[in-house]
Structure formats: C-alpha cells, structure tokens
C-alpha cells in the first residue's frame, strides 16, 4: 500500500489550504490522426472524466464550436508559420483575433492565447517574429476588451535552456536572453501572464536511465535527490526541471513570474530502443503527476507555486511522423477507452494507487517492417540515414520538423551561412537532420523511418561540400 497518500490527506485537512487551492489537470487535444471522434464526443468524453481544461494546437472551428457551453477552459494556438504575419501586420492579428477568439468567448471559455509552440527549436527560423507577434495579438485582444480575460504567452522547450542540472544552475542559453527571453518575461510581467513551458522527463530518463532511477523519474516513492547549489532535495525529476526554469528566471530577476506547463506527457509504447517508453510507466508517470499537482501546489524552491499542467496527449495520435512513442502519449484511443486507468480528479484519488515498483527499463518493442533490399554496411562497418525523395514534401518537411525540434538532432550546420545549407533543398536539409537523428541514436533500428520518409544506405551521401557525421 502506498503510505504516502493518506498522509498526504492528513496534511491536507489540517492545512489552511483546500484541495481546490492546489494546482490544476488539464489536456492537450491534438488531432495528427484519422481515427479521432467527432469534437461534440470529445467534450463529453472530456466532462465525463471530470477533465476542465483543454489546450489545442490551433484554432479549428468545429473544436471551438463543440466546447461552447461546456464550462471547459481552453487555450488556442496561432501556430509558428503564422508568426510572421501576425508580426508584421497588425490587421492580421485583429483579423485573427476576431475570427478564432472574439466569435466564441465567452460561450466557449478561451483563457489564454499560445503564440506559436517551442518556437526556438523551429527549423522555418520564426524566432525574431514572436515577440513582435505576441504583442500584435495582445493589441488585438485590447481592441475586443479581451485582454483582461484572455492572457498570452508562448510555450518553450526546455531545451531553450543553457543548463539544467542541478537546478539551482539553471539557465537560459546566452544567445536568446537578450535578443527574445528578457522581452518575452517583460511582455509577460507587464500583462499578468505565465510563463509556458512543456517539460518531458521521458527524454532526460531516455538518454541517461543509467544515471537517473526510474522511481525518480516516475514520482514513486524514493529517496530523493539533493541539490548541490541550495541544498534542496527532490523527490522528481519533475519538479526539478520545473525549478531550473525558475532559477533561470531568478537569474534574471523575473522572481515574480508563475510557470504553467503547457506539455508533459509519458509514452506507452516505442521503439526497442526507446528507453522506458512501456505502459506500465507511463501510468505511473501520468497517475503519479496528478496525484502531485491535485494535493500539493508548489516545488522546492517555489512551495507557493501552485501549478497547472496539461498532460500530452488526449489520444494517441496514429498520423504523428517519427518514433513509434510519438503516437502512443495518449491517455485514450481513439474508440475513448482509456490506455491505462488513472483518475483525473481529486475524487479518484481517493481510490487509486500506482501499479508497482517493477523497475521496468525496456520499450514496449514495436517490430518495423524491414527496409526492401536490405542494407550492406560499408567497410568501415557505417551506415547513414538519408531522405526519400519520393515521399513527398509533407513527409520530408514533417520529418525535418520532428527530428530537427523534439528529435534532438543537431541542425546547425543546414542554417543559412553554415556548411551544409548549401544546397537549400528541402531534401538536402532532410537528409542531414534524419542522419544526425540517426546517428545520435546509435543506428538503432526504427530510427532512420519518419514516417517512410527516409532510409538506411551504407556509402556517404554527398550533398555538395557537405560531410554528414557517422556518429557523436
């Protein structure tokens, strides 16, 4: 049994607090498939699980229309290949504004605004547009006396972080904070918003399972961690990359802003060597997570701090390009039967616990259908990853997007002026983040796909002067 809940209940009743002054659950709706139910299904798939908060990644009408009514808060997305129009038009953004969030609210209850999504890791080079575009779109909002009801802010990965580790070290990396951090903080400081941020300790257990233990990436009871800059302990990897971001704030000087983390989530299922992704730990994870959110607010450096997290995602999502665990975050298929059994209200709390402690550190596998032909590796024993061409520009831009953004890969040198921008082929710039991908992941089987946008060939690819890396 699990010792800590009732404690936890005890602490709670002789606390000054409530368990509704505790942080919130809310979910990521995304639609990357075509297995989904209709929007009117989903809000009441939504209601029926006591779910009160929606974000999506656009602003699609039917979803708006559907969620009308149901007393379910949602935040809307103007998505990155909008951010240069909304930035240099200012009629743009009115138009935008009063045709995705004017015409709904407040029958649908919009409560904030996401410009854009991790816009620093974006492979179009959006950056430079996103303050001007949020300020644009917070005009808009004044222009419809909305901007009292409706915040905005922008979701960063954390990878726009310099250091993470240990958290007290946390910091953004130096070439943003001038150029868009600090003016982001003060747009955000300036109209009462939060930060947003989507925080995934499944990529840092992923890479470093021999270093970080399971329970502590899984918010299962452990021994906890210390933080050598303050002396803090963590008991999760959660709440410590939560506190990097805020001692990057702090470094700053922004102590008085609030963190909302707009994306986390835990695979059921990946590739063999996709560390972790199993759906016994992604119940955990996702169980545990709103076990901690719903009954304490707060982390250790910032106790007060009650948060808001929305868990990615509603459904697995069967169209998402890459690894086979970016289309298993799901907590439902999509005929709505749950993935796993987990409660999203303080009232199933009550009844649940977590699974186990089974220290489970493999994938649930997935066999890929093998490559046609076969690969011989060179000599040398390489082999790289290279684009299809014929798969088409929708694959290979999805596929660069994915590898070059939450893949990881290292696409520095496909920007303009680096070595192997040349030649600017979308084929090209493809060929280079899917092997970079690829190699990052050690040939592992699975990860030269994208969806069968690109395949495994055993010569060097020659793209100009360009020489791709055989591993890092």
């Known amino acids: 049994m699990d010792l800590l809940t009732p404690l936890i209940f005890l602490l709670l009743l002789l606390s000054p607090f409530s368990l509704s002054d505790a942080g919130s659950i809310g979910v990521n709706y995304g639609r990357i498939s075509d297995e989904l139910p209709s929007a009117f299904k989903v809000v009441q798939l939504l209601k029926s699980q006591g779910i009160t908060r929606v974000k999506i990644f656009d602003a699609d009408p039917s979803v708006l229309k559907a969620l009308s009514g149901s007393g379910i808060k949602v935040t809307v997305d103007l998505p990155n290949e909008l951010l240069f129009s909304a930035a240099k038009r200012t009629s743009f953004a009115v138009s935008w504004v009063k045709r995705n969030v004017a015409a709904y609210h407040p029958s649908t209850q919009i409560e904030s605004i996401a410009v854009g999504n991790e816009v620093f890791v974006d492979t179009h080079n959006t950056t430079s547009f ?25 979701p960063l990965a954390l990878s726009a972080l310099q250091n993470s580790y240990p958290s007290s070290s946390g910091s953004f990396r130096p070439e943003l ?131 808001t997290v929305y868990l990615f995602a509603l459904f697995n999502e069967n169209k998402k390009l890459g690894p086979t665990s970016e289309r298993n975050y799901g907590l439902f298929f999509p005929d709505e039967k749950k993935v796993y059994d987990i409660p999203f209200t303080t009232e199933g709390l009550k009844h649940y616990r977590d699974g186990g402690h089974t220290p489970v550190t493999g994938g649930d596998q997935v066999t890929k259908p093998p490559m046609s032909g076969g690969v011989s590796k060179s000599l040398n024993g390489y082999t790289w990853c290279v684009a299809n061409g014929d798969a088409g520009e929708e694959r290979l831009q999805g596929g660069l997007d994915y590898a070059c953004g939450e893949g990881g890969a ?63």
């Open 177 to 307: 904070v001038d150029s868009v951090i600090k003016p982001m903080l003060d747009f955000l400081r300036e109209t009462g918003s939060r930060l947003m941020i989507n925080v995934y300790p499944f990529f840092a257990y992923e890479g470093n399972s021999d270093v970080i233990p399971l329970d502590y990436a899984l918010l299962r009871e452990n021994p906890g961690m210390v933080d050598s800059g303050n002396g803090l302990r963590y008991f999760n990897l959660f709440d410590a990359q939560i506190d990097a971001v805020f001692a990057a704030m702090s470094a700053l000087k922004y102590d008085d802003i609030e963190i909302i983390v707009t994306e986390t989530g835990w695979p059921s299922k990946g590739d063999e060597n996709e560390v972790g992704a199993t759906l016994a730990n992604a119940a955990s994870y996702n169980g545990n997570l709103i076990r901690r959110i719903l009954t304490r607010g707060g982390t250790p450096l910032r106790p007060k701090a009650d948060l």
């Open 130 to 154: 996103l303050i001007p575009a949020m300020r644009n779109i917070h005009k808009a909002l004044m222009s419809f006396n909305l901007h009292s009801d409706i915040k905005i802010s922008s």
């Open 410 to 472: 290292d696409c520095r040198p496909i920007q303009p002026g680096a070595n192997c921008y040349s030649p600017d082929t979308l084929e090209a710039h493809a060929s280079f983040a899917f092997n970079s991908y690829y190699q990052k992941k050690g040939r592992a089987g699975g990860s030269c796909y994208f969806g069968g946008a690109a395949y495994v060939v055993s010569q060097p690819p020659k793209y100009g002067r360009c020489e791709f890396p055989t591993g890092y």
